[in-house]
């Protein structure tokens, strides 16, 4: 991976949902919500403590999280899109 997130920022790659369709009706890519759930591509370093100690994250590469719907920065590189946030805007890891 090219990218490599700086301090307690985590790359996110947004894993797309199932589609399902009710009554018949297809709902167009525009309309729906984006995936509020996602696959840690890259984990930064840590956080930097007022001690000057480095608290190590605690998610790693390859956990399934759940984040906030309006959290982070989205980024496009090598026509993928990726998302850009703070350890703290991770609400739950997804086991299995």
């Known amino acids: 991976m090219a990218i490599t ?9 947004r894993v797309e949902e199932e589609e ?3 009554g018949g009706i297809i709902i167009p890519d ?3 919500e ?15 403590l007022d ?7 605690d998610v790693a590469a390859g956990d399934t999280v759940l ?12 026509d993928i899109d ?4 703070r350890e703290e805007d991770i609400l739950a890891k997804i086991a299995g």
Request: proline share 6%; no cysteine; aromatic share 10%.
């Open 5 to 13: 997130p700086l301090y307690d920022r985590i790359l996110v790659k």
């Open 20 to 22: 399902q369709m009710v």
């Open 30 to 32: 525009t309309a729906k």
């Open 34 to 48: 984006k995936p509020q759930q996602g696959e840690i591509v890259a984990v930064g370093e840590g956080k930097v």
């Open 51 to 57: 001690s000057g100690e480095r608290q190590a994250p």
């Open 67 to 78: 984040f906030g719907k309006y959290a982070g920065t989205e980024i496009t590189y090598d």
């Open 82 to 85: 990726y998302l850009i946030l």
